[in-house]
């Protein structure tokens, strides 16, 4: 399969901003879906999570109650929804996708699919 992540940018603390990633697989709801970001300098590191159905998500630490995880199986699409941006938020955000049973959603090697990022900027 393969993913397409789209809209990042910049903006300003606090501002909000949704990421897309669409999928090209007839069979998108048997993918677990996830999202990473790598800061500029730093090594790639866990977002959010979300199961086949969207009924179960995960986050980080960091992102929990600004950022939200969703998906449109019929759109095949994965959305993160970004809130209360802060500049420690700046990172390439890279979308990722398992259709093996996943355990440990939170480490990069349960993914086999990845998207090739899109960065976004958060100013001060």
């Known amino acids: 399969v393969q993913l397409q992540a789209s809209g990042g940018g910049l903006v300003q603390t606090g501002g909000s901003l949704r990421l897309s990633c669409a999928a090209s697989?007839?069979?998108?709801?048997?993918?677990?879906m996830g999202w990473f970001r790598q800061p500029p300098g730093k090594e790639r590191e866990f977002v959010a999570a979300i199961n086949w159905s969207g009924g179960v998500t995960d986050y980080a630490d960091s992102v929990k109650g600004r950022f939200t995880i969703s998906r449109v199986n019929a759109n095949n699409t994965v959305y993160l929804q970004m809130n209360s941006l802060k500049p420690e938020d700046t990172a390439v955000y890279y979308c990722?996708?398992?259709?093996?049973?996943?355990?440990?959603?939170?480490?990069?090697?349960?993914?086999?699919?990845w998207g090739q990022g899109t960065l976004v900027t958060v100013s001060s």
């Open positions: 990722a996708a398992s259709d093996r049973l996943i355990y440990r959603p939170r480490e990069q090697t349960s993914y086999d699919y």
């Open positions: 697989t007839r069979t998108f709801s048997s993918y677990f």
